[in-house]
């Protein structure tokens, strides 16, 4: 029973299982069908998409080719054109230049015809000529060669007479025109001087210990420098120069203010952008007290009273500007006491020169820069402040800018000139100015017949000595212009130079 069971079980098993796999198989086939049926499919879209894509990229790249070919054939057509259009014009041309060819060549052969009667002309009268000259030869009893050279010395001579006499008239002339003249030369004096003026009146030298306070100046990425340039309005040159900083500004007022500010910097050691606004500001405060206590002791000084406090303080001003190295406030204070002494000699009034003398100059310490003469300035200044009408004119009238109308306006203008022209009141260095005088000298010595040459009144003239057998009375005048020339062409020099030809006849012999 068991047995049969188990048999009965066990085929039931193997029926299942055989049933089992039957209907696996079936499912499996039926899938595998179904897989390649949609990958045929599949690839039949892929490859009828590729066919249009291929098609499209083919119609694409025909459209662009047909567009290049269009272009080529158009610039073709254009190239084309244009080469036309240029056979054409050289066509033209051509034709032209033919056309004047003929026309030159018929106006050479006209030419060629001229010529060749005026060769027969001249001709006919070079035979004239000779028979004169053979003529004229017999007649005087000279020969043409004699002849051509005493005709040529006269002609020298009339020649070289007729020069002076037009150089002694363009002279007679500029004297006539001596303003003019006047202007031209102080223009050429400004063009010899102005660069050295100019590094001489606008840079300060400021010291320091040691190159390292250099660095500190300067500041992490410069913003110290900065904040000094900033503050102060001053350019500072930090360069290689050992132990010195150079400080560049046209205003000497605010390089002061500069300059002070770096040494309390220094001294104090505590330099950053806070502090230098301090300093300087403090610094700006001190300088302007000074000025106007500079200005209130020059006027107790010179026994000036009443004058208006902005006046005063332009008088302290001047102690910051200079002139050819003369300090200005020296050189008002200079023409204020020469004003004084040349007043009382007159019988003129001393106060009013001495106060004019002292403000003379107070144009060139403006606060603000307006485009007028110093004397202008100076003289509107004082008008504005209140000053007497015959100080206001001296001070307008001490360069001629204005008409003088008061007898301390000549005294105000000549004290000037001889504070000025003094001796050692306005540098220069010496070894440009001895280098120039042994010029001078050596400049007049190259000259034939010049005996010796001095240059005296500190170069501003140049006297010359020649030896009376080889230089006569005319040839002296012309040494005299030739000097001058090269001395204005080549040289450089402050104002005028007076060239003086001087020719001494000495008949000298002993009673034995």
Request: glycine share 6%; aromatic share 2%; proline share 2%.
């Amino acid at each position: 029973m068991n047995t049969n069971i188990l048999l009965g079980i066990l085929v039931g098993i193997l029926g299942g299982g055989g049933l089992a796999f039957f209907v696996q198989n079936v499912i499996l086939k039926k899938r595998k069908e179904q897989i390649l049926k949609d990958a045929e499919n599949e690839g039949e879209a892929m490859k009828k998409e590729k066919i249009l894509s291929a098609k499209e990229k083919f119609m694409k790249l025909k459209e662009e080719h047909e567009t290049a070919m269009k272009d080529r054939e158009r610039k073709m057509q254009s190239s084309e054109d244009r080469a036309k259009a240029k056979e054409k014009t050289l066509s033209q041309k051509m034709e032209e230049v033919t056309r004047k060819e003929k026309d030159l060549e018929k106006i050479q052969s006209e030419i060629d015809q001229k010529h060749t009667a005026i060769e027969i002309k001249n001709q006919e009268l070079d035979k004239i000529q000779q028979k004169r000259v053979a003529e004229l030869s017999k007649i005087s009893g000279m020969s043409v060669e004699e002849a051509k050279n005493h005709i040529m010395e006269a002609l020298k001579d009339e020649a070289r007479t007729g020069a002076m006499i037009h150089i002694k008239e363009i002279t007679e002339e500029a004297k006539l025109n001596a303003n003019k003249e006047a202007r031209k030369i102080v223009i050429q004096t400004i063009q010899r001087v102005a660069t050295e003026q100019a590094v001489e009146n606008a840079v300060s030298v400021f010291n320091i210990e040691s190159d390292e306070v250099k660095g500190r100046i300067i500041g992490r990425e410069g913003r110290n420098i900065r904040a000094i340039e900033a503050a102060t309005g001053v350019e500072i040159i930090v360069d290689d120069t050992p132990e010195a900083i150079i400080l560049s500004c046209f205003d000497p007022v605010r390089r002061e203010i500069a300059r002070l500010s770096l040494h309390q910097l220094v001294s104090d050691g505590r330099i950053h952008p806070a502090r230098i606004e301090e300093v300087v500001a403090k610094t700006k405060k001190s300088l302007e007290e000074e000025i106007a206590e500079t200005g209130r002791r020059t006027c107790i000084d010179l026994g000036i009273h009443g004058l208006h406090p902005e006046l005063t303080r332009m008088v302290g001003r001047m102690k910051y500007r200079s002139s050819y190295g003369q300090n200005l406030l020296q050189h008002s204070r200079e023409v204020a006491n020469l004003c004084a002494v040349m007043a009382a000699e007159l019988g003129l009034n001393v106060k009013l020169a001495k106060r004019a003398g002292l403000l003379h100059d107070i144009g060139k310490v403006p606060d603000d820069e307006p485009e007028l003469p110093h004397a202008i300035l100076g003289m509107k200044l004082a008008e504005k402040y209140g000053e007497k009408p015959d100080v206001c004119n001296a001070i307008g009238a001490h360069h001629d800018e204005v008409e003088m109308t008061t007898l301390i306006s000549p005294i105000v203008q000549v004290c000037d000139a001889i504070s000025g022209a003094r001796p050692g009141a306005r540098r220069e260095i010496v070894e440009s100015y001895i280098k120039r005088i042994k010029e001078l000298e050596t400049l007049a010595l190259s000259y034939d017949g010049v005996q010796s040459a001095y240059a005296i009144q500190a170069g501003r003239e140049l006297r010359v000595l020649v030896e009376s057998e080889k230089v006569t009375d005319l040839k002296a005048d012309e040494l005299s212009f030739a000097i001058s020339q090269r001395i204005q062409t080549e040289m450089t020099y402050p104002g005028q130079v007076k060239v003086t030809v001087i020719r001494e006849k000495r008949s000298v012999n002993y009673a034995k």
